[in-house]
């Protein structure tokens, strides 16, 4: 299996623009987890997903912030107006029955 | 609030010595503790576990001793290697599935020297 798949790499934007983030988990896996990552507040998890059903989303920031999984095999995070202080790497993360969590490569966002 | 504190935040040890992180928590609820590591410019990957059923687990070079009534685990790196660079987290989370919602210290970013 590929792994977990990110998709961009690297975004770069302008403040108060839309930024749609894409994930892939691994084929057969149950749950799915969203996470930014930045220098002063670590890894904070966003949102999580089991069977496609949003579980627990306490963890996202704003309304700005919303996330989706249409289907088993896809998910969106989508950050609308996007700030400065979003600037971060988004990491997708995806795990079967709760196990170990697997993390994709990581989205570097940069709102300039 | 559920929080899982990790010191230090940056550790340069030399070759061949022996790197130590330290992670404690608040809530006695929870009853997994993973180590994750991550290189850079990739995500994180799981490194080893320990449930609190046990005091001590070793893989490799790799140890977690957990101390239940402290409310603390550490990360024991023997014979540290330049290859171990890279940012360590300890996380914890409760129930029986180990992939629920994890709470994760803030980082050690350790330097193995040559």
């Known amino acids: 299996d590929a792994g977990v798949i990110q998709s961009p790499r690297h975004e770069v934007t302008e403040m108060g623009q839309e930024v749609t983030l894409r994930c892939k988990p691994i084929s057969g896996h149950d749950y799915l987890f969203w996470y930014r990552q930045t220098m002063m507040r670590g890894l904070e998890l966003l949102i999580y997903f089991n069977n496609n059903v949003p579980i627990d989303d306490s963890g996202m920031p704003e309304d700005r912030f919303s996330a989706k999984m249409p289907n088993a095999s896809f998910s969106t995070l989508k950050i609308q107006p996007s700030e400065p202080r979003d600037s971060a790497v988004y990491f997708c993360a995806s795990s079967f029955i709760g196990d170990e969590q697997f993390f994709g490569p990581g989205t570097r966002l940069t709102v300039l | 609030q559920q929080q899982v504190k990790q010191s230090p935040q940056s550790l340069i040890v030399q070759k061949g010595g022996i790197s130590i992180i330290n992670c404690a928590y608040e809530n006695t609820a929870f009853d997994y503790f993973p180590w994750y590591q991550q290189f850079p410019g990739k995500g994180p990957a799981l490194l080893i576990a320990i449930r609190p059923d046990v005091s001590e687990k070793k893989e490799g070079r790799f140890t977690i001793s957990f101390n239940k009534s402290a409310k603390q685990f550490s990360l024991h790196i023997m014979d540290s290697q330049p290859g171990d660079s890279a940012t360590y987290f300890c996380?914890?989370?409760?129930?029986?599935?180990?992939?629920?919602?994890?709470?994760f210290g803030g980082g050690t970013r350790l330097m193995v020297k040559p």
């Open positions: 996380a914890a989370t409760r129930g029986n599935n180990a992939g629920n919602m994890l709470t």
